[in-house]
């Protein structure tokens, strides 16, 4: 049963920017109360977090992403935001959606950064 779902993905050129969203499913109650997370996997390496969003806003960053992405959130509308700025080909990645108090994921979305 799928509770959270991304979208945005797409290929773009290096220093190009996307946006991602996820939206929490009806299934998932009290959306503004839980910590969400964005994480990636590139082929054949580990996922790994990429941004956190606290329910009251604070955020946290990898190191590889400071300066350059930025995590929001829209209770009202049950959606987590990734915007990526200043896009590397080493940010090509699966990314998904966290909600890590019930441990859920999203079906992930595919970012490919190349020329």
């Known amino acids: 049963q799928a509770h959270l779902v991304e979208s945005g993905g797409g290929l773009v050129h290096p220093g190009g920017s996307l946006k991602l969203s996820c939206v929490a499913l009806a299934s998932v109650n009290n959306f503004g109360v839980y910590m969400l997370a964005w994480y990636r996997q590139a082929p054949g390496k580990q996922r790994e977090l990429v941004a956190n969003?606290?329910?009251?806003?604070?955020?946290n960053y990898a190191d590889s992403v400071k300066g350059r992405f930025a995590v929001s959130r829209d209770n009202a509308k049950k959606t987590v935001y990734l915007q990526m700025n200043n896009l590397q080909p080493t940010d090509t990645a699966t990314y998904y959606c966290?909600?890590?108090?019930?441990?859920?994921w999203g079906q992930g979305t595919q970012v490919t950064v190349s020329s």
């Open positions: 969003i606290t329910n009251g806003g604070i955020t």
């Open positions: 966290h909600l890590p108090w019930w441990s859920f």
